[in-house]
């Protein structure tokens, strides 16, 4: 007999998880196909936002995350323009969380899983790449994969969802169209030991012809470089030690131990991308997170807005899983709800990407004009207006259209 399932759920990210958790909450079988063995890739997105935070209270999970190793951030640098940084309170923030949290995303992961297999409808398979669509009369029923053990399967579904990424395989299937954003710059992600007494939270470092991001991750700092795009082989081919000198002059507490960087194996690039999909389904199809609209790193938003797109679809589509009938118009809704705070979000990154990384990435090698930066008029506005400062909170940390959790899903802690 073909395998079946309810809902098909493509990639075990953060987006993938909480969609098969709230939908196995509601009673619909489900079943998330993720590539991998496990979650432990390093520079994933670890940024667990102050509306994640209260839909994992609705949840019944939010105990069970504050005891995982976390660093808080209460304050955010935000670059506002090349030359400055502005620190916004997140303490103006309402509600409970007033915060962001940074946790390793494999142990963010696991607890999403760990809270869908006590559901009896949920089901996570590890190391099964999905490889193709299937199709009948024009609608997605299902997907080939590829399993563990290098055997050909098929998995039929009544909806299968797209929830792998940015470099999606089955948005690629489909045939949707994607209609790209240009960027201008790529990131550098590398490790350099922390310190006791260096800062805590997270740091922006910004000069006439750089940008740089310190996460404290405890034991080690998380530190993000920002290039001009395309210009990754060029600046390599200069040499590890001129990337140990951009690094320190831009933190010069770092210098004596970027050393930790032995070499360009070390030095991880993310392709920075930013995308959006016209239309996110076919019969039988939506794809949702990255896989429907590639998120800039700029706010590190990304993966709060794929968890809100996740419980919008679960809401809307569960009953028309378990009734095994999902119309486009079902599908249609996800999206509808969803538009709005894609398209803000994005157009702010497009935004700041103009406004800020553009002109410190304008020199012949990524560096700027040299010259003074006199204080935009947004930074001397919030600066002369605290309380303003509750906006770009609240559009970084909760976001435009915060979701919360469906009644069938929400539990206590105790649960």
């Known amino acids: ?42 520079f994933r997105g670890d940024t667990v936002h102050a509306s994640t935070l ?15 190793p976390q660093r808080v951030v209460q304050h955010l640098p935000l670059p506002l323009q090349a030359g400055t940084s502005f620190v916004v309170d997140l303490g103006l923030l309402p509600g409970p969380h007033k915060h962001i949290v ?6 963010f992961l696991e607890l999403l899983a760990d809270a869908g297999r006590q559901e009896p409808s ?11 669509l299937l199709r ?34 089955v948005r690629g299937a489909s045939g949707l169209r994607v209609r790209e954003f240009g960027v201008p710059m790529d990131i550098w992600w590398f490790r350099v030991p922390r310190r006791g007494a260096d800062l805590q939270g997270l740091d922006v ?11 404290d991750r405890g034991g080690y700092f998380q530190v993000g470089y920002q290039i001009r795009k395309g210009s990754d082989a060029r600046l390599r081919a200069e040499g590890i030690e001129a990337f140990r000198r951009r690094i320190a002059a831009l933190a010069p507490e770092l210098a004596d131990r970027l050393g930790a960087v032995r070499g360009w194996d070390d030095v991880k690039l993310l392709a920075v991308r930013l995308d959006r999909m016209p ?3 076919d019969p039988g199809l939506l794809c949702i997170g990255d896989a429907a609209h590639a998120m800039s790193p700029v706010g590190g938003v990304g993966i709060n807005l794929a968890i809100q797109d996740a419980v919008a679809a679960a809401r809307y589509l569960a009953a028309p899983v378990g009734r095994g009938e999902v119309r486009l118009g079902d599908l249609a809704r ?38 003074p930066h006199r204080p935009s008029r947004l930074t001397r506005l919030l600066r002369r207006f605290p309380r303003l400062q509750a906006i770009p909170a609240y559009i970084v940390a909760i976001g435009a259209l915060p979701e919360h959790a469906p009644s069938f899903a929400r539990r206590s802690s105790s649960e």
């Open 279 to 281: 239309r996110w389904f």
């Open 136 to 169: 009948e009369h024009g609608r997605v029923v299902g997907v080939r994969y590829l399993d563990a053990d290098g055997s050909d399967g098929e998995l039929r579904a009544a909806l299968t969802v797209a929830c792998d990424g940015r470099t999606s395989a």
């Open 1 to 42: 007999m073909p395998e079946r399932t309810g809902c098909c759920v493509v990639g075990g990210g953060p987006a993938g998880l909480m969609l098969a958790v709230v939908l196995a909450r509601g009673g619909v079988a489900v079943t998330v196909l993720e590539k991998h063995d496990d979650f432990l890739r390093d």
């Open 205 to 215: 470092r910004v000069d006439d012809a750089a940008l740089l991001v310190m996460i």
């Open 102 to 107: 940074m946790v390793p995303q494999w142990e």
């Open 334 to 371: 996800v999206q509808v709800r969803r538009w709005a705070p894609t398209f803000v979000t994005q157009s702010l990154q497009r935004l700041a990407h103009r406004l800020v990384f553009q002109p410190v990435l304008s020199g012949p090698l990524g560096q700027g004009d040299g010259g």
């Open 54 to 68: 209260t839909l994992l209270d609705e949840l019944g999970l939010g105990e069970r995350f504050s005891a995982m």
């Open 122 to 132: 949920f089901t996570l398979r590890r190391g099964v790449e999905v490889t193709g």
